[in-house]
């Protein structure tokens, strides 16, 4: 297996754009993560999908975000309008199990918004 | 409340020195998981090891090993004769069920630099 894939890797887009991030996780795992990286707060779970399904998405930081897995293979992270402070590196993880079991991560997209 | 610690921001040794990671949690749940994570100048974080709140044995694997104590609330990592390819930032992290859903939060992790 290719292992989780992201993309875009990087994205520079100006303030107020819209922006979105895609995430391919690992065929036959049930359970799909979106984290952000910032070294300010370090890693932070956003929100989480089991079977496509949002479970906790109270780690999503403003209504600006939204995610959607519209099948087991797919999801999107979608930023609108974006700002300087959502710059940071944003992962795709994707698990069996759950939160109690092994993620396998993406490589991350880093963003930057100017 | 649930947290982690990881008190070292930075630890830099000479290759073949052996070197602990400390990882420090709180929580009020008596079943939770403990990770850690590596995560590799490349960028993409790479999970390490899990144990639950019930396992205190011990673990090793190769030259890393892991020591759970819940009396003092650690979990600590240990690599022996450390190499270069072990610099990286690792992360600890608890993972406990809170009401419906799980939460998972990871400690600001540890920078260690390996120097030849």
Do not use: P
């Given at each position: 297996d290719a292992g989780v894939i992201q993309s875009p890797r990087h994205e520079v887009t100006e303030m107020g754009q819209e922006v979105t991030l895609r995430c391919k996780p690992i065929s036959g795992h049930d359970y799909l993560f979106w984290y952000r990286q910032t070294?300010?707060?370090?890693?932070?779970?956003?929100i989480y999908f089991n079977n496509n399904v949002p479970i906790d998405d109270s780690g999503m930081p403003e209504d600006r975000f939204s995610a959607k897995m519209p099948n087991a293979s797919f999801s999107t992270l979608k930023i609108q309008p974006s700002e300087p402070r959502d710059s940071a590196v944003y992962f795709c993880a994707s698990s069996l199990l759950g939160l109690f079991t092994e993620a396998f991560f993406g490589q991350g997209t880093r963003l930057t918004v100017v | 409340a649930q947290k982690v610690t990881q008190a070292q921001t930075e630890i830099s040794v000479v290759e073949k020195e052996d070197v602990t990671l400390d990882c420090v949690y709180e929580t009020r749940d008596t079943t939770y998981y403990l990770f850690w994570y590596k995560q590799p100048p490349s960028g993409e974080l790479v999970f390490l090891i899990r144990r639950n709140s019930f396992d205190e044995q011990n673990e090793i694997s190769g030259r890393y090993s892991w020591n759970f104590q819940k009396s003092t609330s650690s979990f600590n990592f240990t690599i022996t004769a450390?190499?270069?390819?072990?610099?990286a930032v690792y992360f600890c992290a608890l993972s406990e069920a809170q009401g419906a859903t799980n939460k998972l939060i990871f400690g600001t992790g540890t920078l260690l630099a390996v120097q030849p």
């Open positions: 070294m300010m707060r370090g890693l932070e779970l956003l | 450390s190499q270069v390819v072990d610099s």
